[in-house]
Nanobody, 133 residues
Framework: QVDLVESGGGSVHSGGSLTLGCVAS??????????MAWFRQAPGKGREGIGF???????EYADSVKGRFTISQDNAKNTVYQQMNSLEPKDTAMYYC?????????????????????????WGQGTQVTVSS
């Protein structure tokens, strides 16, 4: 069994910053085996890929957040982070981390996509980010 637990969400004003964390735990977790991604879902909208990291060695971002969000990974702590700067009201959403086997996340044109939702091994429960103007 594996659990992904997000933290760090909250309410900020436009222009503010937050750092989200996602900790992986459980007997089934094998450190370094997965690419880690962040998704978000705003009310009434579909789930949107934000970015992913290739085991911490490199990252890709959706154009909507590129230059404002930074993903990093601490393998010793089984944790992936997302630093979010210059937050805007349009960033208001529930944020989720996800783990999948290498190669299943990709950036196509301006979007972060997954080959198939069924290929995501694990999802976190989400953490809410609210940005007010």
């Amino acid at each position: 069994q594996v659990d992904l637990v997000e933290s760090g969400g909250g309410s900020v004003h436009s222009g503010g910053s937050l750092t989200l964390g996602c900790v992986a735990s459980g007997s089934g977790w094998v450190a370094g085996s997965y690419w880690m991604a962040w998704f978000r879902q705003a009310p009434g909208k579909g789930r949107e890929g934000i970015g992913f990291t290739r085991r911490g060695s490199s990252t890709e971002y959706a154009d909507s957040v590129k230059g404002r969000f930074t993903i990093s990974q601490d393998n010793a702590k089984n944790t992936v982070y997302q630093q979010m700067n210059s937050l805007e009201p349009k960033d208001t959403a529930m944020y989720y981390c996800a783990a999948a086997a290498p190669g299943y996340f990709a950036k196509i044109q301006e979007r972060i996509v997954v080959a198939s939702p069924q290929l995501i091994n694990y999802w976190g429960q989400g953490t809410q980010v609210t940005v007010s103007s």
